[in-house]
Nanobody, 115 residues
C-alpha cells in the first residue's frame, strides 16, 4: 500500500529555514497532485502549497514569497523549502498526494518556530 513519509521538521528560531521532505513508498504511481497542509490545535487543517504533475504550484497567501514547493517525479518525493519562518508557521505539517480519486496522507511532522 502507498505510504507517505515526511521528514525535516523541528525547532527553528524566527527568521530561520527548514526543508521538509515527503517520500512515497509502496507505489510507482505518478501522483496527479501533491500538497502540504498544516494544522494547529483547535483549528482546521489548511492548505500551504500544492504542485501538479506538470510542476504548477499554488501557495497560500500567508506563505507566498517565503515557501517553495518542488517535486521530483523520479524519486516520488516532494519538498517544502520554508524560509523566513514566523512563530505563526508553527504547526504539524502534513503531506498529501492524490491519484485520480484516491487520497493519501502522511503522518505529519512538527514544525516549531520559537526563540
Amino acid at each position: 500500500q502507498v505510504q507517505l513519509v515526511e521528514s525535516g521538521g523541528g525547532l527553528v528560531q524566527p527568521g530561520g529555514s527548514l526543508r521538509l521532505s515527503c517520500a512515497a513508498s509502496g507505489s510507482s504511481l505518478t501522483f496527479n497532485t501533491w500538497g502540504w497542509y498544516r494544522q494547529t490545535p483547535g483549528k482546521e487543517r489548511e492548505l500551504v502549497a500544492t504542485v501538479t504533475s506538470g510542476g504548477d504550484t499554488v501557495y497560500a497567501d500567508s506563505v507566498k514569497g517565503r515557501f517553495t514547493m518542488s517535486r521530483d517525479n523520479a524519486k516520488n518525493t516532494v519538498y517544502l523549502q520554508m524560509n523566513s519562518l514566523k512563530p505563526e508557521d508553527t504547526a504539524v505539517y502534513y503531506c498529501h498526494a492524490r491519484f485520480v480519486v484516491s487520497n493519501y496522507w502522511g503522518q505529519g511532522t512538527q514544525v516549531t518556530v520559537s526563540s
